[in-house]
């Protein structure tokens, strides 16, 4: 899971956080009973936060709870604590080959993103490839689902309301194009060809020259300058390393709090700038 992808920090680093309405008696659980319950009260917080009644229904209707996100849901420790073997299964030298290839496919871009952000296309095509493998897997879980049963679940029941919630709210300003039950991305709700959570999505989403919608699903342009918009406005500094000990390596940590997913982003850039 990545620590600062969620809605609260980002949101007070940014500015003030929308209001939202508090449930009354915040309930959870550590399993389906009782979510359906819960979800159909969940209803009018979302409609008394600003989301219409016709979003929430096509959000939210027929939602179940989904054991198999609760199982995934390990933290950092997924990572686990070999940095020699996560990198070897990470960082390949078919992967190296393909990302300095795609550097050279999105050569404008990238220069166009690294001019307004200040973040070098190495960094943002390894994080591309950690995260999707270069947007070719971005995820089957249904979005909505996976959000609904995280924020259900006792361990951060309100961190991911408050994300469930501006998942509807991309829905309704138009920040993705599909239906709510079409949308899928990682288990933890992340979405699009880096893995955003929703509030990351609504606060970054951007294209390579800022003009016109970003689509972070279908256009890898979009992705890779939506990220560096996150990276930047986390304190990465134009012009500075990035390896562990470097000032940049700390806005790698804000992507991903695990030390090894952070040194193998570190890593592989190293790689695809040629070092």
């Not at 659980?29 to 159909?40: I, R």
Request: aromatic share 8%; glycine share 12%; net charge negative.
């Amino acid at each position: 899971m990545r620590a600062l992808l969620l809605a609260v920090a980002a949101a007070l680093a940014l500015g003030a956080p929308p209001a939202r309405a508090q449930e009354s008696g915040v309930q959870c659980g550590k399993s389906g009973e009782g979510f359906s319950q819960w979800l159909s009260s969940f209803r009018e917080v979302a409609v008394l936060d600003g989301v219409s009644h016709e979003v929430v229904d096509a959000a939210l209707s027929g939602i179940s709870y989904d054991p198999s996100v609760k199982a995934h849901d390990g933290g950092v420790a997924a990572f686990g604590h070999n940095f020699a073997s996560f990198v070897a299964s990470h960082v390949t030298p078919g992967g190296i080959a393909r990302g300095k290839a795609l550097m050279r496919t999105y050569a404008g871009p990238l220069a166009k993103i690294e001019q307004r952000f200040g973040v070098p296309g190495p960094v943002l095509v390894a994080i591309w490839g950690l995260e999707t493998s270069f947007g070719g897997d971005n995820g089957s879980f249904p979005t909505f689902r996976s959000l609904a049963t995280l924020a259900w679940d006792c361990r951060r029941p309100e961190r991911f309301r408050a994300e469930l919630i501006d998942a509807m709210m991309m829905v309704q300003r138009g920040v993705v194009q599909q239906r709510p039950e079409q949308l899928r991305g990682a288990w933890a709700g992340e979405i699009g060809q880096t893995q955003l959570m929703p509030s990351a999505v609504l606060m970054f989403a951007t294209t390579p020259d800022g003009d016109g919608p970003a689509d972070l699903i279908h256009n890898s342009a979009d992705a890779l300058a939506s990220t560096a918009k996150f990276l930047q406005a986390h304190g990465w500094q134009p012009g500075a390393g990035w390896d562990e000990g470097e000032p940049n390596f700390a806005a790698i940590l804000q992507w991903n709090s695990a030390p090894i997913y952070a040194r193998t982003v570190a890593l592989f850039a190293d790689r695809l700038a040629g070092r």
